[in-house]
């Protein structure tokens, strides 16, 4: 989890804000799929159970498609890379 949260940070800091709403789509898909058999709260997963998260993210990646195209129409769709942060010597 931890090395997660610090490559999404790498990745808000590097690329663009719709870069970073996918990546975490992606993460929380990931920890979803990675706690069913890490943490071993399932025993013998059944197909329904194994449907209900695949359609649990499905629906998060859909949101995500349909919030971005929304906002490609409004104009307000990727605006480049984030903006570096420049300090000034003194």
Do not use: H, R
């Not at 970073?20 to 013998?44: D, P």
């Amino acid at each position: 989890g931890m090395l997660l949260n610090f490559a999404l940070f790498l990745c808000t800091e590097k690329t663009t804000p719709v870069t970073t709403s996918l990546c975490g789509q992606f993460k929380a898909c990931f920890l979803t799929v990675a706690g069913i058999f890490i943490l071993g709260g399932v025993q013998n997963p059944t197909l329904p159970y194994l449907s209900g998260i695949a359609v649990n993210m499905l629906g998060s990646l859909m949101y995500f498609y349909f919030k971005y195209t929304a906002a490609k129409a409004e104009g307000k769709g990727d605006d480049g890379p984030a903006p570096q942060l420049q300090l000034q010597q003194q």
